[in-house]
C-alpha cells in the first residue's frame, strides 16, 4: 500500500524547570493506507508527544519541535506537518486527519450539545450548510452505534455515559472522512466490555472508511487483533518495528521480549498484557551516548554502553535498533 504518513527523525523537547526533557528523539516510521499501526511502549516513552508533535499540539513553551519531518501525501504531491501554519494545521486535524484521546469529557464542550459539536466540524471543514452538517451528524451518530440519534443530537455531553461520549469522540473524528485517524488509549478509561465494543466499532469503520489508523495502547492483547504492524517505543526512541504476528511470534529487541513477558509463543498471545520489566525507563533529562535500555537488558555488551544503536532493516518489513542479534544468539556486526 502506498504511504500515506512518513515521519523522519523527529526530535521534540520540553524546556522546564528541571531541565531539558528530552521527550522524543529521532522517531522515524511510516504509515500505508488503510493500515493499522499500534504504538506501544511503557507510559513516559514518548508516545503522546511524538503523536501531538505531528498534529501541531505541543504546547510551546515548553514543548519545542527540534527537528524532523512529518510528511502528509496526496498521491504524489505530499507537505510537511511540521512546516504548517496553526491556520493548515487546524484545517488538517479533524479534516484529513482524525484523533481520539483517552479522555473524551475533557475533549468536549460541556456547554455544546453533541449535535452542535459534531456538525461545527462539518461546517468548517466540508462547508456544508446548518440543515446538511445536522442530516449528516445524525448519520454519523447512528454510524458509531449510539441508538436513537434524533433525539440525541440535542443532548450535552454529561448526558452521555463514558462508552457513548468516546462514540461521540469517533464520530467526531470520522465526521470529515479523513484518511487517518490517531487514537491515543482511547478504551483505557473504559471498562472492558465498553473497551471490546469500541475496538469493534473502529474495525468496522475502517472496513467502511478505509482510513488508516494509529492506536496507541499498553493493552497487547487489543493490539493483536487490531494491528497490522507494531512500532515499539523506548526511551523517546523506536526499538522495533514490525508485522504483527512476527513481532509476538520473534521480537528482535530485549525490551520487546519484556513487554511481551518472556519469549511468546503465538498461541497464548490472546491474553498477553505489558507486564513490568525490572528496573526504571531512562531519565529523559538526561541526554544519552549509549543504548536507553542497557542497563535493564540482560544481553548488553561493550558496544552498547558507547554508542546508541539506530533503526536497521532486520528481516521483511522489519527494523531493530539494537547491537544484539537475538536470532543467533550474538551481536550483530555492521
Ligand atoms: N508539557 C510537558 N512538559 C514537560 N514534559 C512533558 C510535557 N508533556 C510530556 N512531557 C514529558 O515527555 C515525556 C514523554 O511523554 P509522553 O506523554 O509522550 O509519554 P507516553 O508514552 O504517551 O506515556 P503514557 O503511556 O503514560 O501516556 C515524559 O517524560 C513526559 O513527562
Ligand atoms: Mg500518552
Not at 528482535?252 to 525490572?278: F, K, N
Not at 544481553?299 to 521483511?316: H, K, M, N, S, V
Request: with cysteine; charged share 25%.
Amino acid at each position: 500500500m502506498p504511504t500515506i504518513l512518513e515521519v523522519n527523525n523527529l526530535v521534540t523537547r520540553f524546556y522546564t524547570l528541571d531541565g531539558v526533557v528530552h521527550a522524543v528523539n529521532g522517531v522515524s516510521f511510516h504509515l500505508e493506507e488503510g493500515e493499522t499501526l499500534a504504538i506501544v511502549g511503557e507510559s513516559g516513552s514518548g508516545k503522546s508527544v511524538t503523536m501531538m508533535s505531528i498534529l501541531g499540539l505541543i504546547p510551546s513553551p515548553p514543548g519545542k519541535i527540534e527537528s524532523g519531518e512529518a510528511y502528509l501525501y496526496d498521491g504524489y504531491e505530499r507537505r510537511d506537518l511540521l512546516k504548517m501554519s496553526d491556520a493548515e494545521l487546524r484545517e488538517i486535524r479533524g479534516g484529513q486527519i482524525g484523533f481520539v484521546f483517552q479522555d473524551p469529557i475533557s475533549s468536549l464542550n460541556p456547554v455544546l450539545t453533541i449535535g452542535e459539536q459534531i456538525a461545527e466540524s462539518l461546517v468548517r471543514h466540508l462547508g456544508l450548510s446548518r440543515e446538511e452538517a445536522r442530516d449528516r451528524t445524525i448519520e454519523l451518530l447512528d454510524l458509531v452505534g449510539i441508538p436513537d440519534p434524533k433525539a440525541r443530537y440535542r443532548n450535552y455531553p454529561h448526558q452521555f455515559s463514558g462508552g457513548m461520549r468516546q462514540r461521540v469522540m469517533i464520530a467526531i473524528a470520522i465526521a470529515c472522512g479523513p484518511k487517518i485517524v490517531i487514537a491515543d488509549e482511547p478504551t483505557t478509561a473504559l471498562d472492558v466490555t465498553i473497551q471490546a465494543q469500541i475496538v469493534e466499532l473502529f474495525l468496522r469503520l475502517q472496513k467502511e472508511l478505509g482510513m488508516a489508523i494509529i492506536w496507541i495502547t499498553h493493552d497487547l492483547a487489543v493490539v493483536s487483533g487490531l494491528a497490522d504492524r507494531v512500532l515499539v517505543m523506548y526511551g523517546g526512541r523506536v526499538a522495533e518495528v514490525a508485522p504483527v504476528d512476527d513481532l509476538y511470534e520473534q521480537p528482535r529487541h530485549p525490551y520487546t521480549v519484556g513487554l511481551l513477558g518472556a519469549l511468546p509463543r503465538l498461541d497464548s498471545r490472546e491474553s498477553r498484557r505489558l507486564v513490568s520489566i525490572q528496573g526504571a525507563p531512562p531519565d529523559l533529562l538526561i541526554p544519552l551516548k549509549h543504548c536507553p535500555f542497557a542497563w535493564r537488558c540482560e544481553y548488553a555488551f561493550d558496544r552498547c554502553w558507547e554508542e546508541i544503536p539506530t533503526l536497521q532493516p532486520a528481516g521483511l518489513n522489519r527494523k531493530v535498533a539494537c547491537f544484539y542479534d537475538l536470532e543467533r544468539g550474538k551481536p550483530r556486526h555492521d
